[in-house]
């Protein structure tokens, strides 16, 4: 599957912002999603992720309470909703693809990842 994520920006600390990741392709219903991130010299880290229902998610202790992860299986999109936003949130965010089991925080084990989308959060 393809995957485009859009929707980042630059804010302030507090704020709020909606990534999008639209997936290409009629199986998107079949693959269980996440959000990763990548900060500027630190490894790519589990955000969230969400089974292939939207019904089971999961999520990074350090972003628990603040974003949320959903899909729209009818649109071949999932979102994350983040809140509280924090300058130790920035990032370039990607979202992923897995045929594996839902909730993993193994970047190894998601099969297509999209290109990334840059948030930087002010402080």
């Known amino acids: 599957v393809q995957l485009q994520a859009s929707g980042g920006g630059l804010l302030q600390a507090g704020g709020s912002l909606r990534l999008s990741c639209a997936a290409s392709?009629?199986?998107?219903?079949?693959?269980?999603m996440g959000w990763f991130r990548q900060a500027p010299g630190k490894e790519r880290e589990f955000v969230a992720a969400?089974?292939?229902?939207?019904?089971?998610?999961y999520y990074a202790d350090s972003v628990k309470g603040r974003f949320t992860i959903s899909r729209d299986n009818a649109k071949n999109t999932v979102y994350l909703q983040m809140n509280s936003l924090k300058p130790e949130d920035t990032a370039v965010y990607y979202c992923?693809?897995?045929?594996?089991?839902?909730?993993?925080?193994?970047?190894?084990?998601?099969?297509?990842w999209g290109q990334g989308t840059q948030v930087t959060v002010s402080s």
């Open positions: 992923a693809a897995s045929r594996r089991a839902a909730g993993s925080k193994l970047v190894n084990e998601y099969d297509d």
């Open positions: 392709g009629r199986t998107f219903s079949s693959y269980n």
């Open positions: 969400i089974n292939w229902s939207g019904v089971i998610t």
